[in-house]
DNA sequence: TTCGTGTGCAACTCTGTAGTTGCACACGAA
DNA sequence: TTCGTGTGCAACTACAGAGTTGCACACGAA
């Protein structure tokens, strides 16, 4: 596999924690926000927000700019939704294989009786 | 949230250990197989095994049916479909807050302008 | 019944990481 | 320049969970 999966492993671990779903949810109803202000309404301290933003950014969920002394972020969607199309794949995927296998399965019951 | 945010947590959950996933994969290619197989074809176990396979059938991931004295698994797709849909409709949302908060942005900045 | 093998249960180690606190530094405002 | 506040860095604690090992039990086959 490609950069692709590494995207995806990413992407996944970054959405497994709660916390950073939070920081998230927070980020795209502001549109933008320091880590400053968004452990204000979050139960976690300033330093545990960074280092969630820290994560996010190296998932590519996030984007930062310095704006004078300040860091701001904002959410970004690209590896959110490759991670989805690639979820979809693997739902599709699955599927396909289960019904192989049924038909397979189903043949063989086929001979067996005659 | 209902159960639907359920699911999604520990679907993500699951599907963030690369262990797991591995286990998904043999899972799908085999359409069926024991934690004792399993074991064989992954670096890991069998405890290991059934440890993740416990997770993921928590997460709805995959199905477990006795057969005798041994208990086979199979993968299941509609949680994961779940997910992905969910995946898919956050991007999107957030597509949509981006938008509107450009727009804004720019209607400000018309306004300071004149 | 006896033997072999697959499962289940429990205790334990160990690493990763979420979270905290404290302090130094940078930078904008008065 | 001085003061206040936002960031960055580092050390530390604490807990979750991934993985192992050992043993008891269950059940099919000979």
Redesign the interface.
């Known amino acids: 596999m490609d950069q692709r999966a590494e995207v995806v492993?990413t992407v996944?671990?970054a959405?497994?924690d709660?916390t950073r779903r939070q920081v998230l949810d927070l980020l795209?109803?502001r549109?933008?926000a320091t880590a400053t202000t968004l452990a204000d309404g979050l139960p976690v301290s300033r330093q545990a927000v960074v280092k969630h933003l820290a994560v996010l950014d190296a998932a590519g969920l996030v984007d930062s700019i310095k704006v004078g002394r300040e860091v701001r972020y904002?959410?970004r969607?690209e590896s959110?939704?490759t991670?989805?199309?690639w979820?979809?794949a693997?739902?599709a995927?699955?599927?396909r294989?289960?019904a192989k296998?049924k038909r397979v399965a189903e043949a063989a019951e086929q001979k067996e009786k005659s």
Do not use: E, F, S
Request: glycine share 4%.
């Open positions: 492993d996944l671990a959405l497994a709660p795209a109803a549109g933008q904002a959410v969607t959110l939704d991670t989805a199309r979820m979809a693997l739902a995927d699955w599927d294989r289960l296998i």
